[in-house]
T-cell receptor, first 115, second 112 residues
Framework: DTGVSQDPRHKITKRGQNVTFRCDPI?????LYWYRQTLGQGPEFLTY????????KSRLLSDRFSAERPKGSFSTLEIQRTEQGDSAMYLC?????????????FGQGTRLTVV | SQKIEQNSEALNIQEGKTATLTCNYT??????LQWYRQDPGRGPVFLLL?????KEKRKERLKVTFDTTLKQSLFHITASQPADSATYLC???????????FGGGTRVLVKP
């Protein structure tokens, strides 16, 4: 499978714990995006990278959230001191910079439940 | 502030009919508008893209229109099938490679 893969698919954690998610984009894609989606809503932008550089971070993103993309390949999203409001689906997507169609390819997502 | 609105009410439609979904936006000047399909528990899947200078785009049974004056896109599924049942998301993008900004999605249910 050469699509975007995310790990884990599901995560249940206790409030106050830290969690880390991983995303492996399509190998030739240099743009990588993180989104968060709650039930009945569309995906909400969190941050995105071009190669290893983090180009934009949502103003809505708490400083408890941090993302990295070392060496411009896979990416990790860490949430520190989780809160119940962090419960959501976390989606990763990748795309090709300069691609004519600009379409984004999404992974299956990581569903986080904070109890 | 920027706002992208899709009808939050589910659209129930009989098989074989045309489903029409709307996407309205304010305080935004997108270069591209995209439509995605999302099935429960899965990530969105790209369907169609239309550029700001294009009026209409077609792909098989799908048709998208884009009116930058009205700030509106219409998405049509013709000859709908039960397999078309899903949530459809519109997304706007200011420039190639930039982030997508999504609407809330419209759930479509095609009844046999």
């Amino acid at each position: 499978d050469t699509g975007v893969s995310q790990d884990p698919r599901h995560k249940i954690t206790k409030r106050g714990q830290n969690v880390t998610f991983r995303c492996d984009p399509i190998s030739e894609h240099n743009r990588l995006y993180w989104y968060r989606q709650t039930l009945g809503q569309g995906p909400e932008f969190l941050t995105y990278f071009q190669n290893e550089a983090q180009l934009e971070k949502s103003r809505l993103l708490s400083d408890r959230f941090s993302a990295e993309r070392p060496k411009g390949s896979f990416s990790t999203l860490e949430i520190q001191r989780t809160e119940q409001g962090d419960s959501a689906m976390y989606l990763c997507a990748s795309s090709l910079e300069g691609g004519v169609n600009t379409e984004a390819f999404f992974g299956q997502g990581t569903r986080l439940t904070v109890v | 502030s920027q706002k992208i609105e899709q009808n939050s009410e589910a659209l129930n439609i009989q098989e074989g009919k045309t489903a029409t979904l709307t996407c309205n936006y304010t305080n935004y000047s997108p270069a591209y508008l995209q439509w995605y399909r999302q099935d429960p528990g899965r990530g969105p899947v790209f369907l169609l893209l239309i550029r700001e200078n294009e009026k209409e785009k077609r792909k098989e049974r799908l048709k998208v229109t884009f009116d930058t004056t009205l700030k509106q896109s219409l998405f049509h599924i013709t000859a709908s099938q039960p397999a078309d049942s899903a949530t459809y998301l519109c997304a706007l993008i200011k420039a190639a490679g930039n982030k997508l900004t999504f609407g809330g999605g419209t759930r479509v249910l095609v009844k046999p």
